[in-house]
Protein backbone atom coordinates (compact mmCIF):
# COMPACT_ATOMS: atom_id res chain seq x y z
CA UNK A 1 0.00 0.00 0.00
CA UNK A 2 2.87 2.46 1.07
CA UNK A 3 4.40 1.67 -2.77
CA UNK A 4 0.95 3.10 -4.04
CA UNK A 5 0.87 5.78 -2.50
CA UNK A 6 4.60 6.69 -3.26
CA UNK A 7 4.21 5.88 -7.40
CA UNK A 8 0.83 7.83 -7.27
CA UNK A 9 2.51 11.10 -5.27
CA UNK A 10 5.41 10.73 -7.96
CA UNK A 11 2.88 10.59 -11.16
CA UNK A 12 1.23 13.57 -9.51
CA UNK A 13 4.08 15.83 -8.60
CA UNK A 14 5.49 14.79 -11.99
CA UNK A 15 2.08 15.98 -13.59
CA UNK A 16 2.15 19.23 -11.92
CA UNK A 17 5.95 20.08 -13.51
CA UNK A 18 4.47 19.78 -16.81
CA UNK A 19 1.77 22.27 -16.40
CA UNK A 20 4.15 25.12 -15.27
CA UNK A 21 4.17 27.55 -18.51
CA UNK A 22 7.12 29.01 -20.21
CA UNK A 23 6.78 30.17 -23.16
CA UNK A 24 9.17 32.70 -23.20
CA UNK A 25 13.14 32.43 -23.54
CA UNK A 26 15.64 35.15 -22.61
CA UNK A 27 19.14 35.41 -24.06
CA UNK A 28 21.63 38.05 -24.15
CA UNK A 29 24.64 39.45 -26.21
CA UNK A 30 25.96 42.62 -26.94
CA UNK A 31 27.10 44.56 -30.38
CA UNK A 32 30.15 47.03 -30.26
CA UNK A 33 29.40 50.12 -31.55
CA UNK A 34 32.31 52.07 -31.33
CA UNK A 35 35.47 52.27 -29.17
CA UNK A 36 33.63 52.70 -25.95
CA UNK A 37 29.82 52.33 -26.65
CA UNK A 38 28.23 49.34 -27.00
CA UNK A 39 24.61 48.13 -27.52
CA UNK A 40 22.91 45.35 -24.44
CA UNK A 41 21.02 43.49 -26.94
CA UNK A 42 18.36 40.88 -24.50
CA UNK A 43 15.97 38.71 -27.25
CA UNK A 44 13.17 36.73 -26.06
CA UNK A 45 12.24 34.00 -28.16
CA UNK A 46 8.66 33.35 -27.63
CA UNK A 47 6.97 30.08 -28.46
CA UNK A 48 3.86 29.88 -31.32
CA UNK A 49 0.74 31.31 -29.97
CA UNK A 50 1.82 33.58 -27.28
CA UNK A 51 2.48 37.40 -27.02
CA UNK A 52 5.39 39.57 -25.03
CA UNK A 53 4.22 43.07 -24.25
CA UNK A 54 6.02 46.51 -25.78
CA UNK A 55 7.31 48.69 -22.94
CA UNK A 56 4.62 51.26 -23.42
CA UNK A 57 0.85 49.85 -23.45
CA UNK A 58 -2.30 51.88 -22.79
CA UNK A 59 -3.84 52.91 -19.40
CA UNK A 60 -5.57 49.48 -17.98
CA UNK A 61 -3.72 47.31 -20.16
CA UNK A 62 -1.13 44.37 -19.50
CA UNK A 63 1.97 45.09 -17.69
CA UNK A 64 4.50 46.36 -19.80
CA UNK A 65 7.86 44.50 -20.26
CA UNK A 66 10.66 47.35 -18.58
CA UNK A 67 14.04 46.68 -17.91
CA UNK A 68 16.41 47.62 -14.74
CA UNK A 69 19.98 47.59 -15.19
CA UNK A 70 22.47 47.59 -12.32
CA UNK A 71 24.23 50.91 -11.55
CA UNK A 72 28.17 50.93 -12.67
CA UNK A 73 30.84 52.68 -12.42
CA UNK A 74 31.55 50.70 -15.57
CA UNK A 75 29.54 52.16 -17.82
CA UNK A 76 27.22 54.83 -18.78
CA UNK A 77 23.32 54.10 -19.43
CA UNK A 78 22.71 56.23 -22.63
CA UNK A 79 18.77 56.66 -23.45
CA UNK A 80 16.29 54.25 -22.87
CA UNK A 81 16.04 50.87 -23.86
CA UNK A 82 14.66 50.81 -27.24
CA UNK A 83 12.45 47.95 -29.08
CA UNK A 84 11.81 46.43 -32.50
CA UNK A 85 8.80 46.95 -34.70
CA UNK A 86 6.37 44.67 -33.12
CA UNK A 87 2.73 44.31 -33.87
CA UNK A 88 -0.20 46.64 -33.23
CA UNK A 89 -3.22 44.53 -32.75
CA UNK A 90 -6.75 44.44 -31.27
CA UNK A 91 -6.17 42.94 -27.80
CA UNK A 92 -9.14 40.22 -26.99
CA UNK A 93 -7.95 39.85 -23.37
CA UNK A 94 -7.53 43.59 -22.61
CA UNK A 95 -10.21 44.47 -24.89
CA UNK A 96 -7.47 47.63 -26.41
CA UNK A 97 -5.18 48.50 -29.50
CA UNK A 98 -2.01 47.29 -28.00
CA UNK A 99 1.69 46.74 -29.39
CA UNK A 100 3.15 43.14 -28.50
CA UNK A 101 5.63 40.46 -30.26
CA UNK A 102 5.07 37.14 -31.26
CA UNK A 103 7.93 34.61 -32.19
CA UNK A 104 10.86 37.14 -30.81
CA UNK A 105 11.20 40.32 -29.29
CA UNK A 106 14.63 42.67 -29.75
CA UNK A 107 15.66 45.07 -27.03
CA UNK A 108 18.67 47.08 -27.18
CA UNK A 109 20.43 49.12 -24.41
CA UNK A 110 23.31 51.43 -25.32
CA UNK A 111 25.98 52.38 -22.59
CA UNK A 112 29.34 54.30 -23.10
CA UNK A 113 32.04 52.51 -21.39
CA UNK A 114 34.00 54.28 -18.31
CA UNK A 115 36.85 51.64 -18.38
CA UNK A 116 38.87 49.50 -20.76
CA UNK A 117 38.49 46.75 -18.47
CA UNK A 118 36.13 43.28 -18.88
CA UNK A 119 32.69 43.68 -16.66
CA UNK A 120 29.32 42.30 -16.50
CA UNK A 121 26.07 44.37 -16.53
CA UNK A 122 23.86 42.93 -14.42
CA UNK A 123 20.39 43.90 -14.91
CA UNK A 124 16.19 42.29 -15.08
CA UNK A 125 13.33 42.23 -17.25
CA UNK A 126 10.08 41.98 -16.52
CA UNK A 127 7.06 41.15 -18.53
CA UNK A 128 3.93 39.79 -19.14
CA UNK A 129 3.00 36.67 -21.88
CA UNK A 130 -0.67 35.85 -23.16
CA UNK A 131 -1.99 34.18 -25.70
CA UNK A 132 -5.65 34.30 -26.77
CA UNK A 133 -7.19 33.10 -24.32
CA UNK A 134 -5.14 33.63 -20.94
CA UNK A 135 -2.36 35.77 -19.35
CA UNK A 136 0.76 34.39 -16.95
CA UNK A 137 1.56 36.24 -13.97
CA UNK A 138 4.36 39.39 -14.67
CA UNK A 139 7.84 37.11 -14.49
CA UNK A 140 11.26 38.87 -13.63
CA UNK A 141 14.25 37.75 -15.05
CA UNK A 142 17.28 38.22 -14.25
CA UNK A 143 19.98 39.29 -17.39
CA UNK A 144 23.72 39.10 -17.80
CA UNK A 145 26.03 40.91 -20.43
CA UNK A 146 29.73 40.19 -20.36
CA UNK A 147 31.91 43.05 -21.82
CA UNK A 148 35.03 42.01 -23.22
CA UNK A 149 38.13 44.44 -22.58
CA UNK A 150 38.79 46.98 -24.96
Known amino acids: MKKLLLSFILIVSVAAQAQIL????????????????????????IDAGWHVYSQSVPEYGPIPTTFVFEGSTNFLKKGNTKEGKGHEVYDKVFELDIKYFED???FKQRIRLKTTD????N?????MVCNDTQCLPPNEVDLSFDIPKS
Open 123 to 127: GVVEF
Open 118 to 121: AFVV
Open 22 to 45: EPVKWSTSFEKISENEFDLIATAT
Open 104 to 106: EAV
